[in-house]
Structure formats: C-alpha cells, structure tokens
Nanobody, 115 residues
C-alpha cells in the first residue's frame, strides 16, 4: 500500500506561482512512476505531468513552459512548480504513483487562480 499526501495548494492571483508537493510512503519510491492530474469543476480529469523513473517528463500542452515537475527520491517527494498561473489552471490537483501495476492516488489539493 502506498499513501500519498499533497501540500501547497491555495489561492493565487493570475500570473502568480505555487509549488505543490506530494509525499509518498514506502521504501520503493525510486521505482514509482509519478504523475500529477487535475480536475476542474464540470470538466474531465486530465494528466498534467508525468515523470518516469528514467527522469523523463511529459506535460500537457496547456502547461508546457509554465509548469515543471521534479522529484527528490531521498525525500520520497515529487513537486509541481507552477508559474504564470492562469484562471483556467483552477482545479483540484492530485498526484499518483504507479507501482507493480497498481495506481495510487492522493487526496488532492485545491488550486484557485483568481484576482
């Protein structure tokens, strides 16, 4: 069983920045494929960024150049640095871990971009 807890959401003005953190339990973190998803009200959940164990990262087109996903295996943590935030980035952001064919979800953290 893998437990994930996200931190760092909140209210930010357009153009601002936030950094989300996701801390995972367990000793096999370096073998987890990690990703960030988001779901806005009335919209389908979408994959924002995914980072494999080889270090490669993919981003949805709408966040390329603005969001950066990174991981610190020593801290069992992945981050999502979000810059130049837009109102359309408002959503609940959740991290996931995939390990041995199982997908685990965090509880999510709300990000609201509004003036």
């Amino acid at each position: 069983q893998v437990h994930l807890v996200e931190f760092g959401g909140g209210l930010v003005q357009p153009g601002g920045s936030l950094r989300l953190s996701c801390v995972a339990s367990g000793s096999m973190f370096s073998f987890f494929h990690m990703a960030w998803y988001r779901q806005a009200p009335g919209k389908q959940r979408e994959l924002v960024a995914g980072r494999g164990i080889d270090g490669s990262t993919d981003y949805v087109d709408s966040v390329k150049g603005r969001f950066t996903m990174s991981r610190d295996n020593a801290k069992n943590t992945v981050y999502l640095q979000m810059n130049t935030l837009k109102p359309e980035d408002t959503a609940v952001y959740s991290c996931t871990a995939v390990y041995r064919g199982m997908i685990y979800w965090g509880q999510g953290t709300q990000v609201t971009v509004s003036s």
